[in-house]
């Protein structure tokens, strides 16, 4: 078994279920550790005055860290999780051995993007999150999608707490570019991308591997936005595939 364990974070709006059909056989190879972010799945959202930040999500990250008593580790992360990787990079790069960034991109949003993460927040405070699945789905799954990869995301859309859901929409939408971070990153890292990701498409992986010193890409076919959970025999063969020993 590799002595470097691997973290992976989850997307938005799940929690680290997400991570159930990838958790086996990288185990067989890798201490994998899979956590729920704040607010979400199992986590609780800590009470604070705060604006939501990813930088206290990022603590959090190396808490655990310091709770396992790991110095170093692979971090990695799908869409949201990739952002928190970035934030984790910012507060403490010693920790990192190495990145996996899965469906994700390294610009900031847009003012509309961020709005549009803003009126999210605000609805589901109101409403819950019986309303997401129909909304998300078409950006988060490829277009011909599995129906029980389908009927999987709704539940794990619907399980999650209004309150995590809305912290974590906000602290997304707060967040800064993070291209001038990877500049300076001095680890291996991989990025995978589903071929049919609509929401942050091959040419922002492009980005990423164009921006980090020493990447490998890898382009899964026939997959959306959630690659972990629409192609996770190709997510573990392109980590077992790459993971530096």
Not at 25 to 37: A, F, M, N, V
Not at 46 to 51: I, N
Not at 66 to 88: N, W
Not at 217 to 242: K, N, S
């Amino acid at each position: 078994m590799n002595d470097l364990p691997l973290v992976l974070l989850h997307a938005f709006p799940v929690d680290a279920r997400m991570w159930d059909a990838v958790r086996a056989p990288l185990s067989e190879r890798l201490r994998l550790i899979t956590p729920d972010q704040r607010g979400l799945g199992r986590s609780p959202l800590p009470e604070t005055d705060r604006e939501p930040d990813l930088d206290d999500a990022a603590r959090d990250v190396v808490a655990l860290l310091d709770r396992l008593e790991l110095d170093k580790v692979v971090l990695g992360g799908c869409s949201m999780g990739g952002y928190l990787t970035m934030a984790v990079l910012r507060l403490a790069p010693e920790r990192v051995g190495g990145l996996v960034f899965i469906d994700t991109k390294a610009t900031a949003d847009t003012p509309e993007a961020a709005q549009a993460r803003h009126d999210v927040a605000a609805r589901v405070e109101t409403e819950g999150a019986g309303w997401m699945p129909e909304a998300v789905t078409p950006g988060l799954l490829a277009e011909k999608a599995r129906p029980e990869v389908v009927e999987r995301l709704r539940e794990l859309i619907t399980t999650q707490p209004p309150s995590g859901i809305a912290w974590a929409a906000r602290a997304m939408a707060a967040r800064p570019d993070s291209l001038e971070t990877l500049r300076s990153v001095d680890v291996p890292a991989l990025v995978v991308v589903g071929e049919e990701d609509g929401l942050t498409p091959l040419e922002a992986a492009n980005t990423l591997v164009e921006t980090l010193p020493d990447a490998t890409l890898v382009v899964l076919p026939e997959a959306g936005h959630l690659t972990p959970l629409e192609d996770p025999a190709g997510v573990v063969e392109a980590i077992l595939g790459w993971y530096p020993a």
